[in-house]
């Protein structure tokens, strides 16, 4: 089975600074990738999503995530983020039909 | 607002008990997912269901049980309870039956607490 690794439980960051989410994943075979965010009291909502092409994927809300295969590497940047990006952010993975999530890492936005 | 629906918002019942949580998918949607977010093992993928067949089952007990009825809303059980049934249940649902190449839609969950 798949594992879905996010190293960073926590994230702070200030208004107007670039954000990078890490998530890494066990298997190298073929997969589809994800990222969702998760606002307080909310269900998930898809951000952007990896299944072919190109390796550089863009999202919602300015997000972008690049499949690295070598690395097995899926991670989430920002170029600018805004208080509103304050949520949890889940990376996750598709393999034959069943969903792996990771562990979720908190994007905390100071002003 | 996904267009998902759960009921109820909240339940707390007893060990040993028997609780069935509800979902009504999107209209047009075909598939219906559900999902376990706990403190302890995260978020999981229980099992999915297309126009009234399961699909692709996850990490689901053999405690729990789910069907989808012919008007599409689902229903997921969970029988003798346990204290680490204590989770907030997800439902999502999506058009066809390939949900990892379609956007799933997440509903608002049902809180469970197992007392």
């Known amino acids: 089975a798949q594992s879905v690794t996010q190293l960073d439980s926590q994230v702070p960051v200030f208004e107007e600074a670039p954000v990078e989410l890490r998530c890494n994943y066990s298997?190298?075979?073929?997969?589809?990738l994800f990222w969702y965010v998760q606002y307080p009291n909310q269900g998930l909502q898809l951000l952007l999503k990896?299944?072919?092409?190109?390796?550089l994927v863009k999202g919602i809300n300015g997000f972008e995530a690049e499949f690295n295969k070598s690395q097995t590497s899926f991670h989430l940047r920002k170029p600018s983020v805004h208080i509103s990006d304050t949520a949890e952010y889940f990376c996750?993975?598709?393999?034959?039909?069943?969903?792996?999530f990771g562990s979720g890492t908190k994007l905390n936005v100071k002003p | 607002d996904s267009g998902v629906t759960q009921t109820p918002k909240h339940l707390i019942t007893a060990t040993g008990q028997r609780v069935t949580l509800r979902c009504s998918p999107r209209?047009?949607?075909?598939?219906v997912y559900w999902y376990q977010q706990s403190l302890d093992q995260g978020l999981q993928f229980l099992i999915q269901?297309?126009?009234?067949?399961?699909?692709a089952k996850g990490n689901i007990l053999e405690r729990f049980s789910a069907q989808q009825f012919p008007d599409l809303h689902s229903e997921l059980n969970l029988s003798s309870l346990e204290l680490g049934d204590s989770a907030l249940y997800f439902c999502?649902?999506?058009?066809?039956?390939?949900?990892?190449?379609?956007?799933?839609?997440f509903g608002p969950g049902t809180r469970l607490l197992v007392l």
């Open positions: 999502a649902s999506s058009e066809g039956f390939s949900g990892a190449q379609e956007t799933q839609y």
């Open positions: 298997s190298s075979v073929s997969v589809y």
């Open positions: 990896y299944l072919s092409g190109s390796t």
């Open positions: 996750a993975v598709s393999e034959f039909n069943k969903f792996y």
């Open positions: 209209s047009g949607d075909l598939s």
């Open positions: 269901y297309y126009n009234g067949e399961e699909r």
